[in-house]
């Protein structure tokens, strides 16, 4: 069975830091930056907590490379995405479906 996988991105509360991730259990790995699970973590470090972007892939290997894809580009491509899907910045992670 192929498991398919998330790439996101995060920011911190004044919208100036930005963190992109790849998992396969967006909603739990998203609470883990939310709870600075990992306390030593550069998620921790800046207190980025809100998820303001996310892309669904239907396996692992296409989430990687587009997070690969991301972390290549620039920050103002990033910036394009985020305001494209959600123009106000607002914390996305209630939005996620429920098994996400």
Do not use: C
């Amino acid at each position: 069975m192929v498991r398919g996988g998330y790439v996101y991105l995060m920011t911190n509360k004044n919208n100036t830091v930005l963190y992109t991730g790849v998992t396969s259990e967006l909603r739990d790995r998203v609470y883990d930056h939310k709870i600075h699970y990992y306390s030593n973590s550069f998620t921790s470090r800046y207190r980025i907590h809100k998820l303001v972007y996310y892309e669904g892939f239907d396996s692992m290997e296409e989430a990687i490379s587009r997070e690969r894809q991301l972390k290549g580009g620039s920050r103002k491509k990033k910036i394009e995405l985020v305001e494209k899907m959600n123009p106000k910045w607002i914390d996305l992670f209630d939005q996620i479906p429920v098994g996400e």
